[in-house]
């Protein structure tokens, strides 16, 4: 793969952006309003109600039939009574043929009837509500006394014309975000707020959002704040019932976390309201055959489940989960890894991250440690299942083979840490971070953002690592109990 992939990508994005402004190359059309509103309906069951407002500038070479729309997953978020206007008429979508459904398997096609011409402007209005999800994890969480829609997949995302040249539709200087709650309970989103007005016993946020930034998020319920002054050098912790004993430390520590992760990829949302570890009733571990305590990142923070509380905020399990959690914010939230990277990057790199918070609060002997416990953790899972490489490790197969490959995958970070240099590394993927925001991301790009930072060619470590079984010798008995200590010594 060239080097100059991820420049390359930016530039190309940049030409797409600036053809929709001036005389277009192909069939396209731009969003000049967009509002979101989210709606919390107590129940039982809850009920999350959504609603979506475009209006839209037909500014491409042709007449547009139809847009296709990719809405929420029915299943995973619990999406029922979808209903569709274009200019206040009320449209039927439509299923996509059989094989553009395979590439797109959550859009339904809009008609227009009659065709929508070149500088026609149309309003387009969507909404639906979510009710029982099936998938309690990552995307979605939604109880009785709180809820959470992450950055990713709740809202309609409006579709480019199927032609090469048609850029994305591009989105306004500033779009509103408004959610409904009642008004007792706590709330955090994306964007600037803009307002808060109550009615009877429900309160409506507004937010407005800003082009560069990423999708809304929201997270909401009826919390006590834990401390109640919310001390700036502590994360604050929301949870149902007031926190027993002092969780001063741990908020401390936590924050720390955050600041260390921040200092070694990058700084995120510039209107996030400090660190928050917010409690959640119904979130579930988001791997196939996880149980009990789990954590699950949000921009600016983490949430927790009962289980994972039960553990105490103090305790070594607890805090590991939530910076695991917290490091996602980074490697999910800012960019996207592709299918065939979603364990050694969605859960190695925040596995790598704990590697780099160690050393900051202890040093290389902290470092070290670190990594001779995810060697154990190796070791451990490759005796209940047989190793299968990095790059062929699905999020569907066995839990015992992913902590493997979950484990394998922290420390192939770290050994091009020991070979490279901690800076090159960091920086690599600081820049891969900021340069691929919102963008997928593979093994190929991410090997070439390494590349540049380390100026080196690094095919075999990636191929020896991702693609073959095993943890090569020289790694191992660097890390091995007993080495001698100068091997602590990166490089050596």
């Not at 309690?136 to 829609?149: A, Q, V």
């Not at 808060?196 to 997270?219: C, H, I, M, W």
């Not at 979130?283 to 009962?306: D, I, T």
Request: aromatic share 8%; net charge neutral.
């Amino acid at each position: 793969m060239p080097k100059s992939l991820i420049l390359l990508s930016a530039l190309s994005s940049a030409i797409l952006f600036s053809s929709s402004c001036s005389a277009p190359l192909a069939p396209g059309y731009r969003i000049l309003k967009e509002s979101r509103e989210v709606k919390f309906v107590p129940g039982p069951p809850p009920e999350l109600q959504v609603n979506a407002t475009f209006q839209l500038e037909n500014l491409g070479t042709a007449a547009l039939k139809f847009i296709d729309v990719a809405f929420p997953d029915e299943k995973r978020f619990g999406r029922q009574n979808l209903r569709i206007q274009l200019d206040g008429r009320e449209v039927e979508p439509q299923k996509l043929s059989n094989d553009l459904q395979f590439s797109q398997p959550l859009a339904l096609r809009i008609p227009f009837d009659p065709p929508w011409e070149q500088k026609q402007k149309r309003a387009l209005a969507i909404e639906y509500s979510f009710r029982s999800p099936q998938d309690s994890g990552r995307r979605i969480t939604l109880g009785e006394t709180d809820f959470h829609l992450s950055a990713l997949g709740w809202f309609p995302a409006l579709q480019p014309p199927k032609h090469f040249m048609s850029p994305s539709p591009s989105r306004p200087d500033k779009a509103v975000v408004k959610v409904e709650v009642p008004s007792n309970f706590e709330l955090l989103s994306r964007g600037k707020l803009a307002g808060r007005k109550q009615s009877g016993g429900t309160s409506e946020y507004k937010f407005l959002l800003r082009t560069e930034d990423l999708a809304p998020f929201v997270v909401a319920g009826r919390y006590v704040e834990n401390p109640p002054d919310g001390q700036s050098d502590s994360a604050v912790f929301w949870t149902f019932q007031p926190l027993s004993g002092d969780a001063a430390p741990a908020g401390q520590q936590l924050a720390a976390a955050w600041q260390t992760l921040q200092n070694a990829f990058g700084p995120l949302d510039r209107d996030t309201r400090g660190l928050h570890i917010v409690e959640s009733s119904s979130l579930r571990g988001h791997l196939a055959g996880e149980e009990g305590a789990a954590a699950a990142a949000f921009p600016g923070g983490a949430l927790v489940n009962p289980a994972a509380l039960a553990l105490g905020v103090s305790s070594e399990a607890f805090l590991e989960k939530v910076t695991h959690a917290l490091a996602h914010n980074w490697f999910t939230g800012q960019i996207y890894p592709s299918e065939n990277a979603a364990l050694g990057m969605t859960e190695g790199l925040p596995e790598y991250a704990s590697i780099v918070i160690d050393e900051a609060r202890g040093g290389a002997a902290a470092r070290r440690r670190r990594i001779q416990e995810f060697l154990r953790r190796y070791d451990d899972a490759s005796k209940l299942a047989v190793e299968k490489p990095i790059s062929l490790t699905a999020v569907t197969d066995p839990l015992e083979q992913r902590r493997i490959a979950m484990a394998k995958a922290a420390l192939f970070y770290a050994a091009l840490e020991d070979s490279y240099g901690e800076a090159a590394i960091r920086t690599g993927l600081k820049n891969l971070v900021a340069l691929m925001r919102r963008q997928e991301v593979g093994y190929d790009v991410l090997r070439s953002a390494l590349e540049q930072s380390t100026g080196k060619n690094l095919a075999e470590p990636f191929r020896t690592w991702l693609y073959r079984k095993g943890i090569p010798k020289d790694f191992f008995d660097r890390y091995a109990p007993g080495a001698d200590a100068q091997k602590m010594e990166k490089g050596n």
